[in-house]
């Protein structure tokens, strides 16, 4: 008897692999600008799942939403439109570092964005799992191999002239529950189990990484009279630049401590910890460690801060955010009790570890596509990294990149100078990663350039120049600047008589005027803000009516242009003398193997990278400034 197998072809210009924060954006992207995608995930229901704690934004992960959304991406309205609690963090630091963060309804999160999905023109979705990339030409070839597709679980075959990996933690991923081990990307999901090999057959290096998730808690089973309430703020701030306000309740978080005798208790459960027992070999995340490695590092430390932050305005369920931990169930659970507030604890699932695959980022140029097969691109964990953010970032770019490859075009890339979103693939490519990577305000060297509140002007033009942003978005982004700019040219030509304003400043603090000056001389003081300012001079605060659109953000925007204007400019400076280097193309002009007058570190490290540019080379960790200079000497600079 004859049994037959049919494969059922579908072609696409752009498939993305994977609908989590990379893949979503990805897709989206691609399809906006007018290539036919096709998003694949395993489970429609799940959709830009928030796998750990729902929440958006952070220090410097609150710029790159910014980012995202002012390059036309979605991240930040979603956030928006399911925003609990909002909160802008550094406040008290200055501008350079203030950065956006929103607890999230994660049920709605998932929701709207499915929402988001199904009403984007030239996508569709494909519920399955990819088993196989499709190539045109095997390794063995002395030609770059070439995308040609994907094959799937269910046995159907996607053509495209892209294709985007965005697998998330799924790829042979494996969790941790003290000495139980479950395979699946994420509780309860099964995991992918063979797409690493089919990549890795590629001549793409991979590795594993590990990460982990906190146990969740019934609300009802918490003693909040003995917990310190910390509430959100309901000022004009949002992660969108499109949108105004948050439609959600927004409800508290809560804080409390771990004590000795939690202490005691979770160090019983080491024996049996997977990180401590040789079970767990990959690396964790530095910045987010599980609770038994904050023990294991810090011994003396008598109590660790944890806070309690809701995971829906309709369920009971909580998230612990600062425990998390792959230790035995009962060792969490009983720990736990041994804290006032949790005495009486009851909990939905324990915490856990899971360890997944990524591949080697130094092995993608700048456009996150593959230096070994053409028009494949990775995002997300599969790079390395950790985080929604980062995720949805290189999902954006490679999203844009892959649109581009499939019309014909110049790769789109952003400098260091331009967005975090540059800074963290750079970071990427450059130097690759030995632990899951996070991006911080610290690693930008141009930070005072890469504020929250100036993420439109850096980066919506260009996003609008290749299709990318609407029309209105950035007619939206014309009338703010023009607002901005009026109001300056206000501050810049408007004279201050002493006589008439020193009792305000003796109000405010300030110290008085000898003379007369311009307004903006007095906004760029400390004390001073349009604010507090504007009640004392009538034609400021005239000034300031005629903004009629996002008055406040209008006036945040120009006063922070203001007090630190000599900041901006001296870093502008700087940026530019980098940005020659930038310009000075070396790929493909050097052996470097054989290069005597570099060190041999030096020759490993870049023959390893292939750097675009010198400054790519100078960024390099292991190549130093001798080494680009003769670099330069060789070039005859």
């Not at 570092?97 to 929103?102: D, E, Q, T, Y």
């Not at 990294?385 to 581009?404: D, H, K, P, R, S």
């Not at 052996?591 to 060190?599: G, K, L, S, V």
Request: aromatic share 8%; charged share 25%.
């Amino acid at each position: 008897m004859l049994s037959f197998y049919y494969i059922m072809l579908f072609n696409y210009d752009v498939i993305v692999v994977g609908a989590g924060h990379a893949g979503c954006e990805a897709a989206c992207a691609a399809a906006n600008m007018g290539a036919k995608t096709c998003l694949i995930t395993m489970d429609m229901n799940k959709i830009a799942q928030m796998s750990c704690n729902p929440a958006v934004g952070g220090i410097a992960k609150g710029q790159i939403v910014r980012e995202i959304d002012a390059l036309g991406g979605q991240m930040g309205m979603v956030t928006d439109r399911c925003a609990l609690q909002f909160r802008m963090l550094n406040k008290s630091k200055g501008p350079a570092v203030w950065s956006p963060r929103a607890q999230c309804d994660r049920e709605k999160f998932i929701w709207t964005w499915r929402s988001v999905l199904d009403h984007t023109d030239n996508l569709n979705i494909w519920q399955d799992q990819v088993t196989q990339i499709l190539v045109n030409k095997t390794i063995k070839s002395s030609e770059q191999s070439e995308i040609q597709g994907v094959k799937t679980l269910l046995g159907a075959e996607f053509h495209a002239k892209c294709v985007i990996i965005t697998a998330g933690t799924f790829l042979n991923g494996l969790m941790h529950i003290g000495r139980v081990k479950i395979q699946g990307g994420r509780i309860a999901e099964p995991a992918a189990l063979m797409l690493t090999e089919s990549i890795n057959a590629l001549g793409i290096r991979s590795d594993r990484m590990k990460t982990g998730t906190p146990v969740r808690i019934d609300k009802r089973s918490v003693d909040f009279s003995l917990m310190e309430e910390q509430k959100g703020e309901n000022d004009f701030h949002t992660f969108s630049f499109m949108n105004q306000g948050r439609p959600l309740q927004q409800l508290p978080c809560w804080i409390c401590y771990t004590n000795n005798e939690v202490h005691e208790h979770l160090l019983k459960g080491l024996p049996d910890s997977p990180l401590y027992n040789g079970q767990i070999q990959s690396i964790g995340p530095r910045y987010c460690p599980s609770i038994e490695t904050k023990l294991h590092t810090f011994p003396d430390k008598e109590q660790h801060q944890l806070f309690l932050e809701p995971e829906g305005e309709d369920t009971n369920e909580m998230y612990l955010n600062g425990f998390s931990s792959s230790l035995p169930m009962d060792i969490q659970i009983e720990s736990l009790k041994k804290i006032p507030c949790f005495r009486n604890l009851v909990a939905y699932r324990p915490g856990y570890a899971i360890e997944y695959d990524f591949f080697d980022p130094t092995q993608l140029k700048h456009n996150l596509e593959s230096k070994l097969v053409k028009n494949l691109f990775f995002a997300g964990q599969v790079n390395g990294t950790t985080g929604y953010e980062e995720a949805a970032g290189q999902g954006l770019m490679a999203g844009i990149n892959a649109a581009i490859n499939c019309g014909g075009g110049e790769p789109f890339v952003l400098k260091r100078n331009e967005a975090y979103i540059g800074v963290l693939i750079d970071d990427l490519v450059t130097k690759g990663v030995d632990e899951p990577y996070r991006m911080f305000t610290s690693r930008a060297e141009y930070r005072i350039l890469l504020r929250q509140d100036d993420a439109d002007a850096r980066l919506t033009k260009k996003s609008f120049d290749i299709g990318l942003a609407t029309t209105q978005r950035y007619q939206h982004f014309q009338t703010k600047e023009m607002n901005i700019e009026r109001l300056l040219h206000f501050t810049y030509n408007f004279s201050v008589k002493a006589s008439l304003i020193n009792d305000a400043l003796a109000t405010l603090g300030s110290t008085p005027l000898q003379r007369g000056c311009k307004l903006t001389n007095l906004l760029e003081r400390p004390q001073i803000t349009f604010d507090n300012i504007a009640p004392f001079i009538s034609p400021l605060s005239a000034e300031l009516q005629r903004i009629d659109d996002r008055k406040e953000e209008t006036i945040e925007a120009a006063e922070i242009r203001i007090k630190y204007k000599g900041y901006i400019m001296r870093e502008q400076q700087v940026a530019e003398k980098m940005l020659r280097l930038e310009d000075i193309r070396i790929q493909g002009k050097f052996d470097y193997a054989n290069m005597q007058h570099i060190t041999i570190e030096a020759r490993q490290k870049l023959a390893k990278i292939n750097p675009e540019t010198l400054a790519q080379a100078s960024r390099i960790p292991g190549v130093s400034p001798s080494d680009i200079n003769v670099l330069l000497v060789l070039m005859g600079r």
